[in-house]
Every structure is written in structure tokens, then in C-alpha cells.
């Protein structure tokens, strides 16, 4: 059974910076396509980031462009969400997802096929 399982949320003030985990583990795991998305209270879960491990394209929302950086490890099956310069509108419940195959719309959350259960993150004013 795959499982992603995200790491790293917490409390921080704003201009703070926090790095986000996501480990994937399963047999039947195999993804080209990673991403992060984020949810706050009372919002519809927004893409922030994604990474195509052929290639190494990444891809940013234009709200985080300049502070957050994805990257990752194909080999351990592991992604990251470098966040710098926070800001209180950061504050969510961030999720990682991959998708199996490839897609040209990497920003579109019905593209992945695995979840992660979400991490918070609380950016404080």
C-alpha cells in the first residue's frame, strides 16, 4: 500500500522560514510528477509547487514564487518544500501528492493519484 507521509509543519513567525517533507513508501510506488498543495480554513486546496523528476521542471504559484523551493530525491522517494520569508496568508494544512505518469497540468490536484494527510503550518503575524 503506498503512504505519503509529510513532515515539518509547525508554528512560525512571519519572515520565518520552515522545510516541509514528504516520504513516500509502498512497493507500488512509482510517481514522475510531485507536488505540495495547501488548504487554509474556509479556502478550496490550492497548488503551491511541483517537480517532474524528468527533467527537474518545477513549477510555482505566482503567491510563493521567489520564497519556496521544491526539490527532492528520486532515489529515496522523498520531496521537499523549502519555505522562506513567511508570510500569516502562508498559514494552511499542506499536503504532498505525486502523480504515477506525466501531466501537462501539474497545478491541478485531480492530476495526482497519492496523498499525504497534511501537515499544518501557522504563520504568526
Known amino acids: 500500500q503506498v503512504q505519503l507521509v509529510e513532515s515539518g509543519g509547525g508554528l512560525v513567525q512571519a519572515g520565518g522560514s520552515l522545510r516541509l517533507s514528504c516520504a513516500a513508501s509502498g512497493r507500488a510506488f512509482s510517481a514522475n510528477v510531485m507536488g505540495w498543495f495547501r488548504q487554509a480554513p474556509g479556502k478550496e486546496r490550492e497548488f503551491v509547487a511541483s517537480i517532474t523528476w524528468s527533467g527537474g521542471s518545477a513549477y510555482y504559484a505566482e503567491s510563493v514564487k521567489g520564497r519556496f523551493t521544491i526539490s527532492g530525491d528520486n532515489g529515496k522517494n522523498t520531496w521537499w518544500l523549502q519555505m522562506s520569508s513567511l508570510k500569516p496568508e502562508d498559514t494552511a494544512v499542506y499536503y504532498c501528492?505525486?502523480?504515477?505518469?506525466?501531466?501537462?497540468?501539474?497545478?491541478?490536484?485531480?492530476?495526482?493519484?497519492?496523498w499525504g494527510q497534511g501537515t499544518q503550518v501557522t504563520v504568526s503575524s
Open positions: 501528492a505525486a502523480v504515477r505518469g506525466l501531466t501537462r497540468w501539474p497545478h491541478r490536484g485531480s492530476e495526482y493519484d497519492y
